[in-house]
């Protein structure tokens, strides 16, 4: 079992920046992939970024790719999503997500996580 807590959302202006966390516990962080997923009203949940157990590859959604950057402090149990230039169509639901039978190549499918967090409000304001 793993248990996922994020916190960090709120409401920012376009251009500016904002950093999320999110929490894990339950099994060692450091044995699986995590990923960052939103959902804004009206809209599937999608895929925003993923980051490997060890932090050696990461992975990005091409609309934020540039913007966004994901990491992990496996010694604080923490995986981060720092998002530089926010835009309007970010505001979104944001969840942390854990996948430990480790399957990179399916990072950008919602169903391969199978774990997930509360998720954390992120509104921008034109």
């Known amino acids: 079992q793993v248990q996922l807590v994020e916190s960090g959302g709120g409401l920012v202006q376009a251009g500016d920046s904002l950093r999320v966390s999110c929490v894990a516990s339950?099994?060692?962080?450091?044995?699986?992939?995590m990923g960052w997923f939103r959902q804004a009203p009206g809209k599937e949940r999608e895929f925003v970024a993923a980051?490997?157990?060890?932090?050696?590859?990461?992975d990005y959604a091409q609309p934020v790719r540039g913007r966004f950057t994901i990491s992990r402090d496996n010694a604080k149990n923490t995986l981060y999503l720092r998002m530089n230039s926010l835009k309007p169509e970010d505001t979104a639901v944001y969840y942390c997500a854990a996948d430990p039978q480790s399957r990179w190549s399916l990072r950008a499918r919602v169903d391969a996580w199978q774990y997930w967090g509360q998720g954390t409000q992120v509104t921008v304001s034109s």
């Open positions: 980051i490997m157990w060890s932090g050696t590859a990461t």
């Open positions: 339950g099994r060692p962080f450091s044995t699986y992939h």
